[in-house]
């Protein structure tokens, strides 16, 4: 177990160049109906009922796969069960009560690129408090935290295709509101 517990510390760190940078100094538990870890690669599997937690980070999935390639780099997959959706939900660096949170029915992410893909149903959303400040929605999602450059796309694949379907960005205004007309004849 503690070997898929270290494989899983870069799926939290990418999060947390969105989120919280506090929580990378936290530890990193991982609960699971069951938990293989095989100790001469480091990787391994966690399944039924996943929740990965690190400071304020917490994702759920029904499996989480961890495996780490020959420079030490590692590669960590959430996978809903079938017909949901893998989550995560952070608090974000900024204010008391901001936060981001996504899901999707696969979530992946490259320690080596710092790239965190969503697969298939995708949302991610930003809040202040319960009020969404920004989303993207869409078949696929990529957030490279180096470049801080989010693509969305109508498929999976990460391609996007004609007559693929949709995506769906949000901006929300920071302006404020015009200030309201004085009644008439109250000048």
């Known amino acids: 177990m503690k070997k898929i517990l270290v494989s899983v510390a870069c799926l939290a760190a990418c999060v947390s160049a969105l989120a919280e ?5 936290k530890p990193i538990k991982v609960n ?3 938990i293989m870890a095989n100790t001469v690669n480091e990787g391994g ?3 039924g009922n996943v929740v990965l937690t690190r400071g304020t980070l917490i994702m759920k999935a029904a499996k989480l796969t961890a495996a780490i390639d020959p420079q030490g780099y590692q590669f960590v997959t ?11 939900r952070q608090k974000k660096d900024g204010g008391p009560d901001l936060w981001i949170e996504g899901e999707a029915e696969r979530i992946e992410y490259d320690d080596k690129t ?3 893909k969503l697969k298939g ?5 930003n809040l202040e408090g319960t009020r969404v400040t920004g989303s993207s929605e869409g078949a696929f999602i990529s957030y490279d935290s180096r470049k801080e450059v989010v693509t969305t796309t109508n498929t999976a694949t990460g391609e996007s295709k004609t007559g693929g379907g ?3 960005w949000i901006i929300d205004s920071r302006r404020s509101p015009a200030p309201a007309a004085p009644a008439p004849g109250k000048q």
């Open 78 to 88: 959430l996978q809903a069960a079938p017909g949901g959706l893998a989550t995560f």
């Open 121 to 125: 149903r995708a949302k991610v959303r």
């Open 45 to 47: 599997t966690a399944e």
């Open 32 to 34: 699971a109906e069951s």
């Open 21 to 25: 940078r506090a929580d990378a100094l």
């Open 114 to 116: 710092d790239v965190v």
């Open 166 to 168: 949709r995506v769906e």
